[in-house]
């Protein structure tokens, strides 16, 4: 056995800590995956930092698991956003300079995960760290996941990008000559589609997910080398002549309005978001301590320097002015200037509506984790894997406010109002988690962490956080897109967090204190073996 073999699996418990946890079940090493009990760890939170392994089983390799992370980073980001960033930013040096410095930033959130996810193997994410670290007050760090999954861990950006790209490759060069009933038609379309073969027919979506995502890297890479084409051989695209291949160039039109830029971040974010999707599952990963370690890193390389050289070929292909105003549809533009009105312009932006789609397809596990804490309603029948061994109630509660973000709002401006909306509730949760991994290491020294951040990288990650979260606020030059407030997004960020603060205190607070009762933890296990928490009702003494 290797020395970092032997390092992965010595116990995640100091010593003190494993004898007090002793007298109710036996610790044992598993060759395969690590610490784990002869009988099953309860589901209290100082058992976090013990590993558990679902009911589905520990079926996800290290490859399923490197496509997992990739099928969600490789989405409709990469596809969709450069031709907003470099309308917000002003000109392609300063757009590219972002996808840099979003990958450092992500690098650094990247390390601050690693560390919790190693101490605390177990499927969850964010959910399992927040709640070991902020024990007190009772219930809300869970209950401030467990709204923010449900309001914001939507899937309908990316439905919005399908429906756009399908649209186009039909022959609708405009968003608006489809007509708003018909865009959102097939983007709800999509949203129950995928539903329905997670939900029916989980092994399907289990294979179709690992082959769509080769898929999305192999479409990436087809057009970084579309990018190299144009560069040995200079067909006419157009592109030349604006001037971006000199330096001066690169800079030219730049803006450098603090606010501007972070909205601009809140993009690249989205696009580099996905590498804590293993995390949400990680019951189901093989050796997940040591996966969850190489897997991230190897996706973040990967998915950097492929972003830093897609950017680079839309630049070289595209003129300025056309990715400025193409919207989310500059992919699909790159494939016209090079390959013509008739393949270029409706059979390969398909494409990018498949990628869409594998992306959808990648539905987080968080909510089934929420459903099984008990801290949403009928959590017993969410919770459960039958009839068809899937997270279908978990499906469920994705589908419903994905669906609403749909239909609802106006289409016209929905995509980038989504992803900022999404940005700012994730770095206000990321300053969560920083805050809470310093509080960790002072709190419990001794607690063992097979992997541990840097200070620095700790420090980077807190201080642009709260940079980031203070942008929005910033008064920029022009008026925001769409007649709506500058900083609407942020106050909607923030608005998760006060419904959050308010549900918990009724829920928890104020109508046991009213009615008489405490609401206490048990422990229960379903049918299909699925370990739950029932929140019940004892009247106090």
Not at 164 to 190: C, I, W
Request: hydrophobic share 45%; net charge neutral; with cysteine.
């Amino acid at each position: 056995m290797a020395a970092d073999d032997t390092s992965e699996r010595q116990p995640l418990l100091p010593g003190r800590e494993r004898e007090r946890l002793s007298n109710a079940s036996t610790l044992s090493v598993d060759s395969e995956h690590g610490l784990t009990r002869k009988d099953a760890p309860t589901r209290a939170v100082q058992d976090d930092v013990l590993p558990e392994t679902s009911t589905l089983g520990r079926t996800l390799s290290w490859n399923s698991s490197y496509i997992l992370v990739m099928s969600r980073i490789i989405g409709s980001g990469i596809f969709a956003t450069p031709g907003t960033i470099l309308q917000a930013v002003g000109s392609p040096g300063l757009a590219l300079l972002l996808w840099v410095v979003g990958a450092l930033v992500t690098a650094a959130g990247l390390a601050i995960l690693l560390e919790y996810g190693s101490m605390l193997p177990r499927s969850g994410g964010h959910k399992v760290y927040l709640e070991y670290t902020f024990r007190r007050p009772r219930f809300l760090a869970s209950t401030l996941v467990a709204i923010n999954a449900v309001l914001l861990g939507f899937t309908a950006s990316n439905c919005v990008i399908f429906s756009q790209y399908t649209l186009y490759a039909a022959g609708y060069a405009d968003e608006y000559e489809a007509g708003e009933l018909l865009r959102k038609g097939v983007a709800v379309g999509l949203l129950t589609l995928v539903t329905g073969i997670h939900g029916i027919t989980p092994r399907f979506g289990v294979r179709l997910q690992n082959v769509l995502g080769w898929v999305k890297i192999a479409i990436v890479l087809f057009m970084i080398a579309c990018g190299l084409y144009v560069v040995v051989f200079r067909p006419d695209t157009g592109a030349p002549g604006d001037g971006a291949a000199t330096w001066g160039g690169l800079w030219q039109d730049s803006n450098w309005n603090w606010g501007i830029l972070c909205t601009a971040m809140f993009k690249v974010f989205y696009s580099y978001s996905g590498l804590e999707n293993i995390g949400n599952v990680l019951n189901e990963v093989k050796d997940p301590v040591r996966t969850l370690r190489s897997v991230t890193i190897t996706a973040l390389a990967t998915s950097c320097i492929m972003y830093f050289l897609i950017n680079v070929a839309y630049f070289l292909v595209v003129p300025l002015d056309e990715i400025k105003e193409s919207g989310e549809l500059i992919a699909a533009l790159f494939f016209q200037r090079i390959f013509g009105t008739s393949v270029g312009g409706r059979l390969l932006p398909l494409t990018v509506a498949l990628s869409a789609f594998g992306n959808v397809l990648v539905v987080a596990r968080l909510k089934h984790e929420i459903a099984r804490q008990g801290f949403l309603p009928f959590s017993d029948t969410l919770s459960s894997t039958k009839p068809f061994d899937s997270p279908l109630g978990a499906l469920v509660v994705n589908y419903i406010p994905s669906l609403l973000i749909i239909v609802l709002p106006p289409s016209g401006k929905i995509y980038s109002f989504i992803l900022e909306v999404e940005g700012y509730g994730g770095q206000i949760m990321g300053l969560a988690i920083a805050v809470g991994l310093l509080w960790l290491r002072y709190s419990q020294p001794d607690l063992y962490r097979p992997y541990k951040a840097s200070l620095f990288a700790v420090s980077v990650k807190l201080v642009l956080t709260i940079a980031l979260l203070a942008a929005p606020f910033v008064p920029p030059k022009d008026k925001y897109p769409g007649g709506l407030f500058y900083a609407t997004y942020a106050i909607a960020g923030i608005s998760t967090v006060v419904i959050s603060v308010v549900y918990w205190y009724v829920w928890t607070v104020f109508i046991p204190k009213w009615w008489g009762y405490s609401l206490e933890e048990e422990d229960a296990t379903l049918a299909d073996g699925t370990t739950i928490t029932k929140l019940v009702h004892k009247p106090l003494q």
